[in-house]
């Protein structure tokens, strides 16, 4: 493969492939570790979740 495409589009492919898994790695720890303060987005869906079990009798 070298002959074909030379070291520096290896080179490339490589860092591509570390900074992929890297933002995978990132995301995949957020996923896991969630941020200390909830979204607005997070806080309306407890509401509605919390409200729905509320309405139909459950807690």
Known sequence: IQRF???D???RADAV?????????KAAEDAVEPASEPTPAENKA??????????????
């Open 17 to 25: 492939k570390e900074a992929v898994i890297d933002r995978a790695l």
């Open 9 to 11: 589009a290896i080179q």
């Open 46 to 59: 407890d509401h509605r979740r919390k409200e729905f079990l509320r309405r139909h009798g459950r807690r």
């Open 5 to 7: 495409v030379g070291d």
